[in-house]
């Protein structure tokens, strides 16, 4: 077991405590409440803290399994023995019960807020950002074998683990993770592309890497999303070092159910919407439309601006080549010339400028490549996201809504075929028939209302997300004016190392013609 729990493993006991201390609206328990349990157990504070100590807890919370791996450790100290995760491994049979008393005396524990807003977010962009940060790399080719599929390695700073995936273990994690959370933003993944034999063009490359990229926005997203960063799949992903991470994925996703099946609030979303939901979605999706165009030129004008500085690094190592090619030219002036023309001299000085010109060009492509990678990745970053909430409108506008349109008109088909029936005699038989599949009607009607509720309180919280993402704006700017400062003062440094050097070189002005 290597101290995890596995839900379904747990007494009854577990749950019944679960119960009567988590967030009524709220699948987790608050770290103040879980402290105030710890000093019922009348265990020394050294012990309480080598609990506390094995126990993880998020944003001052405990998630359910980490709350059950406590109760695991509690009993264990209770019998006189060292809580640690590692003990729990000898409890194959059933897990310990911790000796608490009666659960339903332990509901005092319970912090509720006076007013408990369950549909405002309360998160901030740093908050978010510090959740994770996920680095996917590009397994390097190994020469002598035939290339199959391209292989990446996924390292979470979070769980300080280093796993490899290959796209199509992405591609399942985003089958499930939508699956799971149908109602939420889920970035799209980049296009897969087969690869035809081993990668030798420039262009292949380039969209490898670019798909690199786009996997690595993906997952980060993902990882530091509000909401399903703490599920189960997503941690599976980015932890599961087995030998089929896609099976475990959807496994752990049939174990579960989508979201509506475990959010406690899912069948209660309509009290917490307020009355005019659809007009402030309306307002708020133009808005976000408008960002998204315009957060898009700017991607399209920062992707230029970095190609224009890889373009200058090229033309300024040309430049320098063709200096050297011009000074190592090594044919003899001809007599009218060698007498008056200082060019025999200036032809051999500029051999060495290339050297210089080989610098700049160096500086110029590391500014293209800050440029690209602090400016340019941050904008497709929260571009996916924008494009993410799209797609979440359009799932909502053409699934949730559509689904809950067509059940009504089925609905009504069968009342009026009851209808014709009661008027024109059949069979008993048929006539039940009709009035069960009616009944079953109505309850997946029931049903879809309630999902559609659930759908706009998601839509509302994502919508929320996108609003608190906006200040990376502030990041972007951030960094593409540090990438000019540095850019333009190294090239500067270069240049004025470079303007003396041409005085010692040709004399006179520095090469620059005297003023008439």
């Not at 405590?17 to 019922?40: N, P, S």
């Not at 919407?273 to 007009?279: E, F, G, K, N, V």
């Not at 210089?356 to 602090?374: H, P, T, W």
Request: proline residues 4%.
């Amino acid at each position: 077991m290597a101290g995890e729990i596995n839900e379904g493993s747990v007494p009854a006991y577990y749950r019944e405590v679960y119960e009567a201390i988590c967030c009524r609206t709220d699948e987790r328990v608050q770290v103040e409440v879980f402290q105030r349990l710890l000093h019922r157990t009348d265990l020394s504070k050294a012990v309480l803290g080598q609990i506390a100590e094995h126990v993880d807890s998020t944003d001052g919370f405990l998630s359910k399994l980490s709350f059950y791996k406590a109760l695991a450790l509690i009993a264990l100290a209770q019998q006189g023995k060292q809580p640690s995760p590692k003990l729990l491994e000898n409890c194959i049979q059933e897990l310990p019960k911790p000796q608490l008393g009666e659960p339903r005396d332990l509901r005092a524990l319970r912090m509720q807020p006076a007013q408990e807003d369950v549909l405002t977010v309360c998160q901030t962009l740093d908050k978010l950002l510090a959740r994770d940060t996920v680095q996917v790399e590009l397994i390097p080719e190994k020469k002598g074998l035939f290339l199959k599929h391209v292989e990446y390695q996924v390292i979470s700073q979070r769980y300080k683990i280093s796993v490899y995936r290959r796209y199509s273990d992405f591609d399942v994690f985003h089958e499930v993770l939508l699956q799971r959370f149908a109602y939420r933003v889920v970035p799209a993944l980049p296009p897969k592309r087969m690869l035809k034999g081993v990668l030798t063009s420039v262009s292949e490359r380039e969209f490898i890497e670019g798909r690199r990229r786009a996997l690595g926005r993906f997952i980060n997203l993902v990882a530091r999303h509000p909401f399903f960063s703490e599920d189960e799949l997503v941690k599976t992903f980015l932890t599961f070092s087995g030998s089929d991470v896609q099976t475990k994925l959807r496994d752990t996703y049939k174990k579960t159910g989508d979201e509506f099946m475990t959010n406690r609030i899912a069948t209660l979303a309509k009290e917490y919407l307020p009355a005019d939901i659809q007009a402030q979605f309306s307002t708020s999706r133009e808005l976000i439309r408008n960002i998204h165009n315009s957060f898009h030129k700017l991607r399209d004008r920062a992707e230029k601006m970095a190609e224009r500085s890889k373009e200058n690094a090229t033309d300024l190592l040309m430049f320098g080549r063709e200096l050297s090619t011009l000074g190592s030219d090594a044919s003899s002036l001809p007599s009218l010339a060698s007498s008056q023309s200082t060019w025999g001299t200036l032809r051999q000085s500029l051999k060495s400028l290339s050297v210089e010109f080989a610098v700049l060009s160096d500086k110029a492509a590391q500014q293209g490549r800050r440029e690209e990678d602090d400016v340019v990745e941050k904008l497709n970053l929260f571009l996916d996201l924008l494009q993410s909430y799209r797609d979440l409108c359009e799932r909502h506008e053409k699934g949730v809504l559509h689904e809950h349109q067509r059940a009504l008109h089925k609905y009504s088909v069968m009342k009026r075929q009851m209808m014709s029936a009661t008027v024109q005699p059949k069979e008993q038989a048929s006539v039940e028939q009709l009035e069960s599949r009616i009944v079953q009607q109505e309850n997946a009607i029931q049903t879809m209302e309630l999902r559609n509720y659930f759908s706009l309180f998601c839509l509302h919280q994502e919508t929320q997300l996108i609003f608190i993402y906006l200040p990376i704006t502030s990041h972007i700017l951030g960094a593409f004016v540090n990438s000019q400062v540095q850019g333009h003062r190294e090239m500067g440094e270069v240049w004025n190392e470079l303007q003396p050097k041409l005085g010692c070189l040709f004399g006179g002005n520095n090469g620059l013609k005297p003023p008439i």
